[in-house]
Structure formats: structure tokens, C-alpha cells
């Protein structure tokens, strides 16, 4: 049996030769950072973000409101070009405390919408590309688990009409240019 752990390094571990690594558990904060590293990768040149996030307003136990604020600022590598940002979350899993912090972060406009309709994790820019998070950014390579993938073009028009038709984004963000 293969047990190669492939992690977005450059070689996969293979716990049969690497004794240090014997689950996923010891590689977590690597894991983070890589998750973090692709979702800023993904925002470099954005100039509008659309996330959709049941949890985004809520932050991992045992780490401060100033801490995940400032991940989220460097995932946002500090708003350089991003103008407009939209967030679609739980209504029910929103901390009031991170929400103002993340509001108050930059000049740029945001706006959200609370629903209970979306489970998926999505990050969209520029309205054209999409990535499919398995986690929410704040239980990123923490527990368990999550990938980060390109979401299929098809996916990504059938999710914006989607949002349109429930009014989850503002009217002048997402027109459907498709």
C-alpha cells in the first residue's frame, strides 16, 4: 500500500521513509500556510472577491480576533488591488467583533449577506475564476483534512446566476457577462 501524503509540496512525503511524519497531524501548520499561501496566490491581481463562507466571520478557538484579522490581511495582501470584496456567510456563525475588524480593514467597499442557503466554500475573482475550498479559512489545515481546487468554469456560471436569483450579492456586483 502507497502512503504518500501529497501536501502542495514540491515532493510528497512518504511516511515510510520520513519517521518525523506519521500523520497528517504533524504537518498542520505547514498545511496552513500552504492553504494560506494559495488563496493569496489566487487574490494577487484581483480587483473584486466574492467569498462564500458559512464561518468566515469566526475565527479558530484559541486564536485571537487581531490574529485572524491579520491573516485575513495578508491573504488580501493588503487590499493593493482589490476594490470591492463580498462575503457570503452563516448568519448564525458570525462573531459581531471579527465582521466589524474586517470591515474597518481597508478603504475598499464591503459588503456581505448572511444565508443559510450555501455549505460549499467558495472564492471567486474577478467574477471569471473560481476556487473550491473544502474548509472554511478559519479551520484551514487545522483539524482535518481540505483541498483547494479549481472550480470548474460551468460550476462557476450556474453559482453566479445562482447568487443573482437569491440577491446574495449587490445588484451592480455580479453581472452575469457569460
Not at 26 to 50: A, C, H, M, Q
Not at 52 to 74: C, G, H, K, R, W
Not at 106 to 117: A, F, L, M, V
Amino acid at each position: 500500500m502507497n502512503k504518500q501524503i501529497v501536501l502542495n509540496n514540491p515532493k510528497p512525503l512518504d511516511v515510510r521513509k520520513n519517521k518525523k511524519v506519521e500523520s497528517l497531524c504533524d504537518i498542520k501548520p505547514s498545511v496552513r500556510k500552504n492553504g494560506i499561501e494559495i488563496l493569496k496566490k489566487f487574490l494577487k491581481t484581483s480587483i473584486e472577491v466574492i467569498i462564500i463562507d458559512p464561518f468566515f466571520y469566526t475565527s479558530a478557538m484559541n486564536q485571537s480576533v487581531e490574529d485572524y484579522i491579520n491573516e485575513l490581511n495578508y491573504v488580501f495582501s493588503d487590499f493593493i488591488t482589490i476594490n470591492k470584496v463580498h462575503i457570503i456567510y452563516n448568519g448564525k456563525h458570525c462573531n459581531k467583533h471579527i465582521r466589524k475588524a474586517f470591515m474597518d480593514l481597508s478603504n475598499c467597499i464591503i459588503t456581505d449577506s448572511p444565508t443559510e442557503e450555501i455549505h460549499d466554500r467558495v472564492w471567486i475573482k474577478d467574477r471569471k475564476q473560481g476556487k473550491l475550498v473544502g474548509s472554511s479559512f478559519n479551520g484551514l489545515g487545522r483539524r482535518k483534512i481540505c483541498f483547494i481546487v479549481n472550480l470548474p468554469q460551468q460550476d462557476l456560471i450556474d453559482l453566479k446566476f445562482f447568487l443573482q436569483r437569491r440577491k446574495l450579492v449587490p445588484e451592480n456586483f455580479l453581472v452575469i457577462e457569460d
